[in-house]
């Protein structure tokens, strides 16, 4: 009988991984979550080495992430993640990071699909891998809903797709579409405000070379940031973000 526990792994944050705060970089969160996602899964026996041996791969559909505070720069963090749901076209997988004191810094859920790398449709997860544990707590229970349309263009940006920004699916990486969104907002905005959550509904993939436009819309008195990303050329959307802010204590 399978051992049902959750995966644990310890990060340092190092000087290169913070910003102008100190505090760890957004896209780098992203992909600590990932990391873990990708390492837990692969000791399930259906990771990444699977899935490429299968015509397989695991696409991210939706994130909610919860931040109560950033890890700062030098400290140590533990990743607690593990799947809390398995159904027929998609899992769910959660994530936990504590900091030394075992304090709650940041709860996430995610959902994900397995899709046939050749016609990139979704595939039946029981069908096609072998059976892994599930352990059904949630450290943030989500119904990934819907993200709004942006009402009115308050800001928009484009960006070029670098090759920097492309993972091993050959499109845009999960942790490139928060960091875009994030950098549409007023420098002054920014200056004075922190993220305290994320929603993130992923809809296309992002190719290198392209260039993509962010349409954001920022509700101040709200502290709530709404942003719509597409392909410039063929207008597909390739995600929709909702951020909330804090304002930072002077």
Wanted: charged fraction near 25%; charge should be negative.
């Amino acid at each position: 009988m399978m051992q049902i526990e959750k995966f644990v792994k310890a990060y340092h944050i190092r000087s290169y991984e913070g910003n102008k705060f100190s505090n760890l970089r957004l896209v780098t969160l992203m992909n600590i979550l990932q990391d873990g996602a990708d390492e837990h899964a692969s000791s399930l026996g259906v990771g990444m080495e699977f899935c490429l041996a299968h015509g397989l791969a695991w696409v991210g559909r939706n994130y909610h992430i919860k931040i109560n505070r950033m890890p700062k720069i030098h400290e140590d963090i533990e990743l607690v993640t593990w799947p809390s749901e398995q159904r027929k076209l998609g899992a769910i997988r959660d994530f936990q990071i504590f900091d030394s004191q075992k304090n709650v810094l940041i709860s996430a859920s995610s959902q994900w699909v397995l899709i046939d790398f050749k016609d990139k449709h979704p595939v039946a997860l029981q069908e096609y891998l072998p059976r892994y544990p599930i352990v059904e707590t949630h450290a943030l229970l989500s119904n990934f809903e819907k993200l709004p349309e942006v009402a009115r263009v308050d800001t928009s940006c484009t960006f070029r797709v670098r090759m920097d920004d492309i993972d091993l699916n050959s499109h845009v990486n999960n942790a490139v579409y928060p960091l875009w969104a994030s950098e549409t907002l007023p420098t002054a905005w920014l200056l004075t405000h922190q993220i305290s959550e994320i929603e993130v509904n992923f809809r296309r993939e992002g190719l290198f070379g392209e260039t993509v436009q962010v349409i954001t819309e920022l509700n101040s008195e709200d502290y709530v940031s709404v942003h719509k990303i597409i392909s410039a050329g063929d207008e597909r959307e390739l995600a929709k973000v909702r951020i909330r802010w804090l304002a930072i204590a002077d």
